[in-house]
């Protein structure tokens, strides 16, 4: 959500990669960014709510999010009540 494009730099291999900073701790994350990522970044440039909020992706709300979220697992078939927070928590177990 907070990535910005001078987020996005050259490495020392001439590849894209991700430099940031955790933000409880400070210390400095870098991440390659694969073909499919850097893909997925070229759909969204240009896009006027990055553009607006000077990220690489379009920011939304949570409720938003959740809304998305709830109708994915209707299509998935998934019966229970799916919310961000509850997403999260899986991702970070499984």
Same mark, same amino acid.
């Given at each position: 959500?907070?990535?910005?494009?001078?987020?996005?730099?050259?490495?020392?291999?001439?590849?894209?990669?991700?430099k940031?900073?955790?933000?409880?701790?400070?210390?400095?994350?870098?991440?390659?960014?694969?073909?499919?990522?850097?893909?997925?970044?070229?759909?969204?440039?240009?896009?006027?709510? $990055?553009?607006?909020?000077?990220?690489?992706?379009p920011?939304?709300?949570?409720?938003k999010?959740?809304?998305?979220l709830?109708?994915?697992?209707?299509?998935?078939?998934?019966?229970?009540?799916?919310?961000?927070?509850? $997403?999260?928590?899986?991702f $970070?177990?499984?």
């Open positions: 959500m907070n990535l910005r494009p001078e987020h996005i730099v050259k490495g020392v291999d001439a590849e894209p990669w991700i940031t900073f955790r933000q409880k701790t400070s210390i400095p994350v870098n991440t390659p960014l694969l073909n499919q990522a850097q893909t997925i970044i070229a759909n969204y440039q240009g896009n006027n709510r $990055a553009k607006a909020t000077g990220t690489v992706f920011v939304i709300s949570n409720q999010m959740n809304s998305y709830k109708e994915i697992a209707d299509f998935c078939g998934v019966k229970k009540n799916l919310a961000f927070h509850i $997403a999260r928590h899986t $970070a177990t499984n």
